[in-house]
């Protein structure tokens, strides 16, 4: 089975990937992040994760 063996983040959407068969490449996911279910995301300015525990889940609070 074909598995991604490394990621490194380059800028905005762009992700540089390695793969177990060698294979290299760059993937911009920016039309994936622009599409439904994700534009509700866009709204978002910051998320500021909070220390408090809620239920033994963390909080998660958009501001």
Known sequence: MLQIIDVDYIEDFRLA????????GIVDL???????PFRACHQIRRVKGSSQKNQGRSQINPT
């Open 30 to 36: 920016k039309d994936i992040f622009s599409s439904h």
């Open 17 to 24: 990937l390695a793969f177990s068969d060698g294979f290299e």
